[in-house]
T-cell receptor, first 110, second 110 residues
Framework: QQQVKQSPQSLIVQKGGISIINCAYE??????FPWYQQFPGKGPALLIA?????SEKKEGRFTISFNKSAKQFSLHIMDSQPGDSATYFC?????????FGSGTKLNVKP | DGGITQSPKYLFRKEGQNVTLSCEQN?????MYWYRQDPGQGLRLIYY???????QKGDIAEGYSVSREKKESFPLTVTSAQKNPTAFYLC?????????FGSGTRLTVV
């Protein structure tokens, strides 16, 4: 049973466009929600994270929107660049470990 | 520089062989984790350890074994009982609600 469901599986966006990746969860005990960015052949790296008492967090071109009642959160990448092309994972924390989404492969076309 | 070192970067295993993947961290994190990554399946938890000399099975522990004799080290052994070991293996450490990942080991059965 996958505790964090992520969509879409892949995404193609034109340079300068907005990339949006969505995640949904069921377990209301989750209390921390990060997004990780992974380039080919590398380990994932923390991109941005949010706590459930906040509805939005922005860091540069990256924004997390969090809807606690709907149990959904999303990553928005504004002004997407070819260098943003990577795989993105959402995650949720509970009881000493993260539960990860299945990943979204983003391709930003120049 | 603090971080996690995984070695080797590439590893080839013959049928019936046991192989050990190394993971070392100098971040002074108590918790360490092993994940397996397959295309389109995200990150699946194999084993994790919250403290020295203690570890717990994750979602896909069958065919794997670990030890945690030192805080800095959390080696993973892929045994011959693991029938489909070809994958990208990621080690992570955590002080809590944040993972630092290594660069991964790509294991291939030949």
């Amino acid at each position: 049973q996958q505790q964090v469901k992520q969509s879409p599986q892949s995404l193609i966006v034109q340079k300068g466009g907005i990339s949006i990746i969505n995640c949904a969860y069921e377990n209301t005990a989750f209390d921390y929600f990060p997004w990780y960015q992974q380039f080919p052949g590398k380990g994932p790296a923390l991109l941005i994270a949010i706590r459930p008492d906040v509805s939005e967090k922005k860091e540069g071109r990256f924004t997390i929107s969090f809807n606690k009642s709907a149990k959904q959160f999303s990553l928005h990448i504004m002004d997407s660049q070819p260098g943003d092309s990577a795989t993105y994972f959402c995650a949720a924390w509970h009881f000493n470990k993260f539960y990860f989404g299945s990943g979204t492969k983003l391709n930003v076309k120049p | 520089d603090g971080g996690i070192t995984q070695s080797p970067k590439y590893l080839f295993r013959k049928e019936g062989q046991n192989v050990t993947l190394s993971c070392e961290q100098n971040l002074n994190h108590d918790a360490m984790y092993w994940y397996r990554q397959d295309p389109g399946q995200g990150l699946r938890l194999i084993y994790y350890s919250q403290i020295v000399n203690d570890f717990q099975k994750g979602d896909i522990a069958e065919g794997y074994s670990v030890s945690r004799e030192k805080k800095e080290s959390f080696p993973l052994t892929v045994t011959s009982a693991q029938k489909n070991p070809t994958a990208f293996y990621l080690c992570a450490s955590s002080p809590g609600r944040s993972y630092t990942f290594g660069s991964g080991t790509r294991l291939t059965v030949v």
